[in-house]
């Protein structure tokens, strides 16, 4: 009578296991989709039809390939501020000397204001009042510039390697206006 007693409540507790096990399958299934779903976002075939739709590279614009800019170990206002310098005192001296990175940084925005001051107009001469910092290089530049880079369309300045320096070996560089 034990061994029957026994074996009686070892299917009783194998039977409710498995009935756990069903009931839980249930709720499973129904949680990823299988029965009913509470899943109220868009359809695969929606989102397919939106990707198709749309036309050219340009309207995706998730990752930033190939706009990488130097960064020069500095946060965004410190960076315009530096290259806001040195973008003056290249148009006052002509010349000057700085590292390599931060000269091939500043070559740009020289030679933007170079193009600006060919240009001579009003707005031309706002956005080169706006960048470099001293107004009356501003009117200097523009009156020289048409004359001096009328035969050039870019290129105005040249960057040239210099000696590392010596303190940190860090690579140096001569930025001139041609």
Excluded at 134 to 140: A, C, E, F, I, N
């Amino acid at each position: 009578q034990p061994a029957s007693l026994l074996l009686l409540a070892f299917s009783v507790t194998k039977m409710k296991a498995v009935l756990l096990l069903l009931a839980s399958l249930v709720g499973f299934t129904a949680a990823f989709g299988v029965g009913a779903s509470t899943f109220t976002g868009k359809s695969m075939s929606t989102l397919e039809s939106t990707y198709i739709t749309r036309s050219g590279r340009g309207d995706l614009s998730m990752m930033r390939h190939r706009k990488r800019m130097p960064k020069l170990g500095k946060p965004a206002d410190q960076r315009k501020a530096l290259l806001r310098a040195l973008t003056t005192e290249v148009i006052r001296h002509g010349r000057i000397k700085t590292t390599l990175v931060r000269a091939k940084a500043v070559r740009k925005h020289v030679d933007h204001m170079i193009e600006l001051g060919k240009r001579g107009d009003l707005h031309a001469r706002r956005q080169a009042l706006g960048w470099i910092y001293d107004k009356d290089l501003v009117h200097s530049l523009f009156e020289a510039a048409p004359e001096r880079y009328a035969e050039r369309n870019g290129g105005y300045t040249r960057v040239l390697r210099t000696m590392p320096r010596q303190g940190d070996n860090a690579k140096m560089a001569v930025i001139e206006l041609v």
